[in-house]
């Protein structure tokens, strides 16, 4: 039995690897696979149109496709009294100046509720157990101090 062996050049076909930088990678280790100058590997490859939307025009212009889409299907009162609650929601303060609070309502409106973010992993400072003086806070607050 013969099994020919196929010899490929050093940078081609590796797996794993890749060779452009993508939104969760950096230039660097690109760089070092192929040897390449950064100038060439500067453009990022997406791996969904979607996500090249999002990451380029930000996600103010997602959330107004998702207000056209909802005007569409549920009418024109949709997008309206969804505004109206975020609105209302914004200036609502849920809990004292001392203790944290994320909005739980408003994120829900927004839909950021459901998506996993970097900060869901990594521990952000306002998920500390430690709380500040809340008493000195509160006077803060209220111009006292």
């Known amino acids: 039995l013969f ?13 794993g690897a890749p060779l452009r930088p993508t939104p969760w990678t950096s230039g660097q280790a690109a760089t070092l696979a192929t040897g390449q100058p950064s100038e060439q590997l500067d453009k990022v ?6 996500a090249e939307i999002v990451a380029r025009k930000g996600s103010g212009l997602y959330q107004a496709e998702r207000m056209k889409a909802l005007a ?3 009418g024109l009162h949709a997008p309206l009294r969804l505004a109206m609650e975020k609105r209302i ?4 303060q849920p809990r004292l100046p001392g203790l944290y609070s994320h909005h739980p309502l408003a994120a829900q409106l927004d839909g950021t509720l459901d998506d996993i973010d970097v900060v869901d992993f990594l521990n952000p400072p306002e998920d500390a157990e430690s709380v500040g003086m809340p008493q000195l806070l509160i006077e803060r607050h209220l111009g006292i101090l």
């Not at 490859?45 to 979607?50: A, I, R």
């Not at 929601?89 to 609502?92: E, G, T």
């Open 89 to 92: 929601m914004k200036r609502i």
């Open 3 to 15: 099994i020919p062996v196929v010899f490929f050049p050093f940078n081609a076909c590796r797996l």
């Open 72 to 74: 569409c299907t549920e």
């Open 45 to 50: 490859e997406f791996p969904h149109p979607v």
